[in-house]
């Protein structure tokens, strides 16, 4: 009875600490999402937000005869949502295998190895507009020093329209990404290779396992719940892209992503109970993907038990 009194004290004052931070996040966070919410409802106007009328669910999907309306047929919206999910796929995707080889180098011991992963965090400290108008410009069709080195190297002397061309702007939009968010990746994953003892390598080169069994047996299953937590961080990050998008592309509709989407309802057309409805089915989407991730990596954690 008394160690349960003495768990009871402590969950209290563990609840009594966290007390202000929750509120503040609620404040910070849970309020503007409640006003999303409400929003969505209504045929608010950004010039005049205080007058509206309570349409109900006509911002995300109305009938009216043969004619419909709302977010959810509205072809520019799926579109932003395929345009979202490529780039998710590809850009973290492409992260993970590049921070996965880029942790597995920094964590050999060689001269120079604080130097070269102060170097690899250069790229994530620059702010993402800085590096879309540096990127910008060496994607440039006629001056950027991408087309130059594809001529250097493979004789490709065509001026690639980069930011222009439909079937590339998302591609370079990729690359911006994938060089400045590779270091978190990376970053992430070094800190669970180093928690890795060595004895356990020592044990396997012994026993004859080849590098990369013991990457498979050992490295992986070690580091699953940091990758899990960095890929959770990486897509939720990515399904919200916007400032990359739109500062590289000018938020074309050949790159334009749900959170670029949500924007133009409100800032563009000013209406703000599209706009609204765009964001709560951006936000959907997002939790959505997260809960999937934390059930996941709770069934791998009872299975192991």
């Given at each position: 009875m008394a160690h349960s009194g003495y768990q009871q004290r402590r969950r209290r004052i563990a609840w009594i600490l966290v007390a202000p931070a929750l509120l503040l996040l609620a404040l910070a966070a849970g309020w503007p999402l409640v006003r999303t919410f409400f929003f969505s409802f209504t045929n608010a106007m950004l010039d005049n937000p205080s007058e509206y009328q309570m349409v109900g669910?006509?911002?995300?999907?109305?009938?009216?005869?043969?004619?419909?309306?709302?977010?959810?047929?509205?072809?520019?919206?799926?579109?932003?949502v395929g345009n979202t999910l490529w780039f998710t796929v590809v850009s973290v995707g492409l992260e993970l295998l590049f921070g996965m080889l880029l942790a597995l180098l920094m964590n050999q011991k060689f001269r120079g190895q604080g130097l070269v992963r102060t170097a690899i965090l250069v790229p994530w400290a620059i702010p993402t507009i800085v590096s879309a108008k540096m990127w910008g410009w060496m994607f440039h069709d006629q001056y950027g020093v991408v087309n130059d080195l594809l001529a250097k190297i493979f004789g490709y002397q065509a001026h690639l329209a980069w930011i222009a061309e439909p079937s590339l702007s998302m591609w370079a939009v990729v690359i911006a990404d994938v060089w400045k968010t590779t270091p978190f990746m990376a970053l992430m994953l070094l800190a669970a290779l180093q928690l890795i003892p060595t004895d356990l390598y020592e044990a396997a080169r012994v026993d004859g396992a080849s590098a990369w069994q013991r990457f498979k047996r050992i490295t992986l299953p070690l580091i699953m719940p940091a990758m899990i937590v960095a890929l959770i961080f990486r897509i939720m990050d990515a399904m919200r892209i916007f400032d990359l998008i739109f500062v590289?592309?000018?938020?074309?509709?050949?790159?334009?992503?749900?959170?670029?989407?949500?924007?133009?309802?409100?800032?563009s057309y000013q209406d703000m109970g599209v706009g609204s409805a765009a964001s709560v089915l951006v936000f959907m989407m997002v939790a959505g993907i997260a809960a999937c991730f934390i059930r996941v990596s709770r069934l791998n954690e009872k299975e192991k038990r």
């Open positions: 669910l006509a911002n995300y999907y109305a009938a009216n005869g043969g004619d419909s309306r709302g977010v959810l047929v509205d072809p520019l919206w799926w579109q932003a590289l592309t000018s938020n074309s509709e050949a790159t334009m992503s749900v959170s670029g989407y949500a924007r133009e309802q409100i800032i």
